[in-house]
């Protein structure tokens, strides 16, 4: 069964930017959650989705946002972009039908904002 | 409010010896452990988790952890190194139905010949 699939890869981009990330979670998982990751903060959880709705939400701000589509594939934005914003975004799924409470990880995709 | 500390920043071990990582963890209700793996320019690997049941939980690549719940620990043992065990290791804590990880600040792992 194929992993946790991030796309891009690798982002830079330039303050005042936007951007999306994407994830498409393990199949048949229905719960997607994100988390950033930086040197100085560590891992910090965004947020989680199941069947599109946002269940959980760490301590962000509103330039962070999020979507789930009914196909389970995951979408975050990050508007206004930051430098503070360089990070590596991690996406995890969990299937709360079976392997419940264990999430899965991604490769993360690294954003770099000039 | 759910925490984890992993107090040791960075180890350095020989290859063939034993490892062993400390995490402790606050959680106001019943934990859930998990112990991840990070490859430099990776994402994280499951290593374990412990939900209930048995203390001593085995895990991949030849990793276990005990949990005690007297001393709010999550210790990561492994008898003997591999130099590909080179990595950052996470230790996190969640519960049921609670998909927030909180984790800890990592533990370097550094193996020399």
């Known amino acids: 069964k194929a992993g946790v699939t991030q796309t891009p890869r690798y982002l830079i981009k330039t303050r005042g930017q936007q951007v999306t990330l994407s994830c498409s979670p393990i199949s048949g998982h229905r719960s997607v959650s994100w988390y950033q990751q930086t040197p100085g903060q ?3 959880f965004l947020f989680e989705y199941f069947s599109e ?3 959980n939400k760490g301590n962000f701000p509103g330039r962070f946002s999020g979507r789930q589509f009914s196909n389970s594939r995951s979408e975050m934005n990050v508007s206004t972009l930051e430098l503070g914003d360089s990070a590596l975004y991690l996406c995890a799924s969990s299937n709360p039908a079976g392997d419940t409470d264990t999430q899965y990880f991604g490769p993360g995709t690294r954003l770099t904002v000039l | 409010a759910q925490s984890v500390t992993q107090p040791d920043i960075h180890i350095t071990v020989s290859e063939g010896a034993s490892l062993e990582l400390r995490c402790n963890y606050s959680y106001g209700a019943t934990p859930y452990l998990f112990w991840y793996v990070q490859s430099p320019g990776q994402g994280l690997q499951l290593l374990l988790k412990y939900f209930s049941g048995d203390t001593l939980v085995q895990g991949i690549k030849g990793f ?3 949990f ?4 709010s ?3 990561l043992r492994k008898p003997s ?3 590909s065990d080179a990595a950052e290791y996470f230790c996190a804590v969640g519960g049921s139905n609670d998909y927030k990880l909180s984790f800890g600040a990592g533990t370097t ?3 020399r010949a």
């Open chain 2, 68 to 71: 005690k719940r007297s001393q």
């Open chain 2, 109 to 111: 792992v550094t193996v």
């Open chain 2, 73 to 75: 620990s999550f210790n």
């Open chain 2, 64 to 66: 276990e952890a005990e």
């Open chain 1, 53 to 55: 709705t946002q269940r």
């Open chain 2, 81 to 83: 190194v591999h130099w």
């Open chain 1, 42 to 44: 560590g891992l910090q």
